[in-house]
């Protein structure tokens, strides 16, 4: 048994006050074991990540006090389900558990047997130290978060989400020792600063409406502004009108390069002389504001009359990110945003076609949108288009 660090938990009075039973380490800079980082890194953890510590006091502390007989524990992961809908498990009520979205429970009648669930959609892992056993960590059949865990026979065992957060349970001298552990802090690369010469591209481009929306969106400066204006420059030139297209075609008999076509090349040549790190972070804010976009749909589509803002928003959102998508497939970097998008796309779709016609932006970039591919979710056409 490793020792912990003591500390004598309440009796309690009756069975019934067993749920609310619970021992907090005064000391927060106390752990519940001496675990060594060898054997912490086993279990996916680090001793800077180890938080609140709790002990539950087992049974055999009733016993001591006269308030009931344990009963033995038949080991198995067989027994372990079965206990899961036969035994009665009292809930251990803790500020740290709760504010760490994890709930314990511990079997009344079987010393060291506890349930874990980690509230959330990542997915959940258990670690023993004393390795894989499926007869000492169990998965509830009824809820995939919740383990169930022979504390005496698995030895300490972490049980975490994907960002590492969770627990660490123990076997203690005066019951399972429960410790908070806290997720990972979040490791961002450098991001660089993304330069574009957006104003010599704008000078050379005869599209006046393009050159003020391009420049207008350039304005702030950002990274993620300027990628998304070199964007625009690449894919929502208008060559829609016969004059365009006529120009275009006079330039190519004479051997030369319309400045039309020269303003789609130009963002996507730029693409090619950036470097690793700077594609890095036009697809990491790619990333980032793809994710922000399907919070949004979430949002709105939970909405019966979401505003117009919104709607509005989304639409363009999705727009900015086509053209960074269009710019990352030029450097062969669009794979990971092409399945976000797809994965947005899907649902959006379905979202549009309910609609109302009256609420769908109408808008000058859009129909450039629509120019260019009618069908995509975000052209601004009716919604009974989709249909």
């Known amino acids: 048994m490793l020792p912990i660090a003591r500390q004598t938990p309440a009796i309690p009075t009756s069975s019934n006050q067993w749920a609310s039973i619970y021992v907090t380490f005064p000391d927060p800079t106390m ?45 198995g992961v067989a027994a372990l389900q079965t206990l899961l809908t036969s035994a009665v498990f009292d809930r251990i009520q803790d500020p740290a558990l709760a504010s760490a979205a994890v709930r314990v429970s511990a079997a009344r009648a079987h010393p060291y047997v506890v349930t874990v669930t980690l509230a959330g959609d990542a997915p959940v892992n258990a670690t023993s130290i004393n390795g894989p056993d499926e007869l000492s960590v169990g998965t509830d059949s009824r809820d995939p978060a919740t383990r169930i ?13 994907s960002d590492g957060s969770g627990v660490l349970i123990e076997r ?69 009108q016969p004059s365009t297209a006529r120009r275009i075609l006079e330039a190519m008999a004479a051997g030369a390069v319309d400045p039309t076509l ?5 963002p996507r040549q730029w693409m090619h002389r950036l470097a690793t790190r700077e594609l890095d972070t036009i697809a990491d804010l790619a990333i980032a504001k793809a994710d922000r976009l399907l919070d949004l749909l979430e949002s709105i589509s939970e909405d019966a009359q ?20 269009t710019l990352l497939a030029e450097v062969d970097r669009a794979d990971d945003i092409d399945a976000l998008l797809r994965f947005l796309d899907e649902r959006a779709t379905e979202w549009v076609r309910h609609l109302a016609a009256a609420r769908v932006p109408q808008d000058e970039r859009l129909r450039r949108v629509a120019g260019g591919n009618a069908w995509v979710w975000w052209s601004g056409l009716p919604a009974n288009a989709f249909a």
């Open 172 to 240: 203690g001298s005066s019951g399972s020792v429960v410790t908070v552990v806290r997720a990972r802090p979040l490791a961002i690369p450098p991001v660089a600063q993304i330069v574009a010469p957006i104003t010599a591209w704008c000078a050379a481009c005869p599209d006046v409406w393009l050159v003020q929306a391009v420049l207008a969106r350039a304005a702030g400066g950002h990274s993620w502004d300027i990628a998304v204006a070199a964007g625009m420059l690449g894919r929502l030139v208008d060559t829609s």
């Open 149 to 161: 865990v022979d504390v005496d026979r698995a030895g300490p065992t972490s049980i975490l989400r």
């Open 262 to 266: 020269e303003t789609i090349r130009a």
């Open 306 to 325: 979401p505003p117009a803002t919104r709607i509005g928003e989304l639409f363009f959102g999705r727009d900015d990110l086509e053209g960074v998508r």
């Open 31 to 75: 752990t519940a074991s001496v675990l060594t980082d060898e054997m912490l890194a086993t279990l996916g953890l680090t001793r800077d990540a180890l938080g609140s510590t709790i002990v539950i006091p087992t049974p055999e502390a009733e016993v001591a006090a006269g308030l009931g007989v344990a009963q033995s524990i038949v080991v």
